[in-house]
Nanobody, 125 residues
């Protein structure tokens, strides 16, 4: 089992920045990649960013590319999501997820093996 705990959410004005953290514990050696997803009220959970746990390759949704940066610190078993130039439409609960397998294409919620409980990000206009 892998346990994931997110932190860093909050209220920010449009144009501002936030950094989310996701601390992993347990059988972290089984992780192939870590992802961030988000879910806005009344909407489906959507992919935001992915990073390879070992190699560090990254992949972003078009909606956040150029504004968000995913990174990891393997010594701390922690993944980060730096969010800049935030927009009101970025308002959502942000979830950290772990995938034990290699996958081509855009990750989906169904692909993930472990989830955190989420952290709320609210961007005011």
């Amino acid at each position: 089992q892998v346990q994931l705990v997110e932190s860093g959410g909050g209220l920010v004005q449009a144009g501002g920045s936030l950094r989310l953290s996701c601390a992993a514990s347990g059988r972290t050696f089984s992780i192939y990649a870590m992802c961030w997803f988000r879910q806005a009220p009344g909407k489906e959970r959507e992919f935001v960013a992915r990073i390879g746990w070992s190699g560090g390759s990254t992949y972003y949704a078009n909606t956040v590319k150029g504004r968000f940066t995913i990174s990891r610190d393997n010594a701390k078993n922690t993944v980060y999501l730096q969010m800049n130039s935030l927009k009101p439409e970025d308002t959502a609960v942000y979830f950290c997820a772990a995938d034990r397998s290699y996958r081509a294409g855009t990750p989906t919620p169904a692909n993930m093996d472990y989830w955190g409980k989420g952290t709320l990000v609210t961007v005011s206009s």
